[in-house]
Structures are given as structure tokens and as C-alpha cells.
């Protein structure tokens, strides 16, 4: 009796759930990403970056130097689990998510050293215009904002577990770069561009 007064009022509460996700938000606070080869800007260790370094210590009159480690490199992302319900009982229940997913941008960038972030609008941009000596492609220039609802159904069979979650795939682009101003060096740091290709929920059932 407990198990089926709980069932209706969580399913009660999940019809009026509203849920809002952002595909720019930290990409680095995901729950997972995977990178398919390489590693992110946040796992380079010293080693890493004293060897990096050798490859922009050369000095220029003026403007950047740039070491490319990672180019385009494929990862997948999971960004938070939105539902998870395991069913002990004995008979299936029935669920009804609304969700309202609101997208504002599709680029995320991280820095390190004297490297700055600013916002311009709601595109995140290299301070010093080192995007400029990037060239990256234009999926990493162009942002999108976009809404969307929908209703998710599913049942729960008895003895299984449903996960649903935020599921995506993405380019990341990473690597060190210096400036220089008059044959000296005024900025030093890593860099690392993240852009979203394709987001959408992923539902999966298991057995428990």
C-alpha cells in the first residue's frame, strides 16, 4: 500500500516538474565527458606545459604565438541526470516528465595563466583577440538561443531502474599560446574551446 501511495504522489509531482538545462553551461562541472584521444586543458600537468611552452617561446614583434595540442577532437557528455526511479515492486508504473530545455549558446571556453575570458553578449570570447590566430571553425563562432518543450512517457517495469538524462557530443580544441609586444612577452597560458554539436535526452532502463 505504501509502495503505491508513494508511486502516485511522485508521479503527481513529476507531471508538474519543470526542468531548464543550458548546453553552455561549465563544461568542466559536467557529470562525464569523455574526450576520444588527448585530455583536457584541466589535466595538463607542469610537465605538459613546460613542454608546450617550448613550442611559443620563440619572440615576436608583435601579437601570438600559438601550440595547438588538441584539434577538433571528438568527446561525449552526459551534463545531469534529470530522472532516475527504480521500480521493487511487483506491477509497472507509469510516468509523465515535462521538460523545458532552453539553449543560449553552444561554445564554452577555459583558460589558465594570463590567458582571459570575457563575455561579449552571450558568446564568450579570448580576451587580446586570440581567437584570431586560432582559426577555429565556424562552429566555435557562432552561437545559437533556442527553446523547446516537451513531455517524456515511460514506464517502469517491476525489478528495473529507468535513467534519464542529457546526453551530448562535442568538438574540443586546446593548446598554449603566448603574446608578444615589442619582442617581449606580455601573456602566457593554456587555452581550450568546447563547442556542442548535437544535445539530446537519453533514456535507458536497466535491470536491477
Known sequence: MKKIVFGSM???????????????????????????????LSDFSSSD???????VKKRKF???????????VEVSYITETLFSYYNDGY???????????????KVSLS?????????????????????GSL????????????????????????????DLYIYGEGLITNGVAARYFLWMRSHKGGFEAFVV???YQRLEKKRI
Open 10 to 40: 511522485l508521479f503527481l509531482c513529476l507531471m508538474f516538474l519543470t526542468h531548464q538545462s543550458y548546453a553552455d553551461s561549465n563544461y568542466q562541472s559536467y557529470e562525464e565527458i569523455t574526450m576520444s584521444t588527448g585530455e583536457l
Open 49 to 55: 606545459y613546460k613542454d608546450y611552452y617550448k613550442k
Open 62 to 72: 608583435y601579437g601570438w604565438r600559438v601550440h595547438t595540442v588538441n584539434k577538433d
Open 91 to 105: 506491477t509497472a508504473i507509469e510516468y509523465e516528465y515535462k521538460l523545458d530545455q532552453k539553449t543560449t549558446s
Open 111 to 131: 583558460s589558465s595563466g594570463s590567458i582571459g575570458i570575457k563575455q561579449n553578449g552571450t558568446k564568450p570570447t579570448f580576451k587580446q583577440n586570440l581567437e
Open 135 to 162: 582559426r577555429l571553425s565556424a562552429d566555435y563562432t557562432t552561437t545559437e538561443s533556442s527553446e523547446e518543450s516537451y513531455t517524456v512517457s515511460l514506464k517502469v517495469d517491476p525489478g528495473t531502474q529507468v
Open 197 to 199: 554539436t548535437t544535445q
